[in-house]
């Protein structure tokens, strides 16, 4: 068994009822404050990214969760001897919307230091960041809503998940003719 990384820097996956990760984070907040579990409990974490979606012709800008049906939360679960600290076990356990830890069953697993890094400055790029919101797929049928392209057929020959472009073959005078359009400029063929 690996070493127990101290207290602060114990951070574990937490599997949620799907839907409920805001409410189950809350939940453990109000708590953490009400039961005096401030010592043990030290930052419950939903991971999202801010997204770019068209609808009805606007830009509306949501967040989505990046791991549905899990939480991340930074807790004293294990005592320097390794063993388990039971009050923070329970704690959670048996938090409503909780379904259990990452790990197995009887013991969670502790996310690595290059994990929780990597983790932690994927959730601030995210963030920061909007990202269009893509529900296409490489090979799907579309139609052009918008540009010198509207009402064409195409398909989807490659996507740019980071800047929200797709590369759309469109039928111009009898030919297939490749053309970059913006995901929101399009809708499912």
């Known amino acids: 068994m690996p070493a127990i990384p101290e207290a602060r820097k114990q951070w574990f996956v937490v599997h949620v009822l799907s839907g409920q990760e805001q409410k189950v984070r809350d939940r453990i907040n109000r708590l953490v404050e009400s039961e005096e579990m401030g010592d043990y409990i030290f930052e419950v974490l939903v991971p999202q990214e801010r997204v770019e979606e068209n609808r009805k012709g606007k830009k509306i800008e949501t967040k989505r969760k990046f791991f549905p049906g899990y939480i991340i939360v930074n807790m004293k679960l294990f005592a320097e001897d390794n063993s388990l600290v039971e009050k923070t076990w329970y704690f959670i356990k048996e938090m409503d919307g909780v379904i259990g830890f990452a790990g197995t ?20 790029e995210r963030e920061e960041n909007i990202r269009p919101a893509i529900s296409f797929e490489t090979g799907d049928s579309v139609k052009v809503g918008d540009g010198p392209f509207e009402g064409q057929t195409g398909i989807i020959e490659e996507i740019d998940h980071e800047t929200g472009k797709l590369l759309v073959s469109v039928t111009i005078f009898g030919r297939a003719t490749p053309v970059e359009l913006e995901a929101w400029q399009v809708e499912k063929g």
């Open 105 to 124: 069953k009887d013991k969670p697993i502790p996310m690595r230091q290059r994990e929780v890094d990597g983790m932690l400055g994927q959730i601030k």
